[in-house]
């Protein structure tokens, strides 16, 4: 089993930064990619960047591409999303998710493909 524990969330102004972290604990080498999710209120989760664990390659919603950068430390087990020109329609819950198996291109936007979730954490960019 992998543990996934978010942090990093908060309150900031729209135009403002914020960086996400997903440290994972257990079976750390089983992971092949990490994603990040967000759901905002009323709204179905939706994919928001992923990266493979040991290539490094990553993956963007078109809605936060130029925006958000996801990266990884694996010595540390640990994601994160540096997250700028923050805007209100980025206020959600942001989740991080493990894979524990082969993903390719846009299947890494599918959640269907993760195995393991964080609690998430809430961001809220206010106007």
């Known amino acids: 089993q992998v543990q996934l524990v978010e942090s990093g969330g908060g309150l900031v102004q729209a135009g403002g930064s914020l960086r996400l972290s997903c440290a994972a604990s257990?079976?750390?080498?089983?992971?092949?990619?990490m994603g990040w999710f967000r759901q905002a209120p009323g709204k179905e989760r939706e994919f928001v960047a992923a990266?493979?664990?040991?290539?490094?390659?990553?993956y963007y919603a078109d809605s936060v591409k130029d925006r958000f950068t996801v990266s990884r430390d694996n010595a540390k087990n640990t994601v994160y999303l540096q997250m700028n020109s923050l805007k209100p329609e980025d206020t959600a819950v942001y989740f991080c998710a493990g894979a524990n198996r082969y993903v390719a291109g846009d299947a890494h936007r599918r959640e269907t493909n993760y195995n393991y979730w964080g609690q998430g954490t809430q961001v809220t960019v206010s106007s």
């Open positions: 257990g079976r750390t080498f089983s992971i092949y990619a």
């Open positions: 990266i493979k664990w040991s290539a490094g390659s990553t």
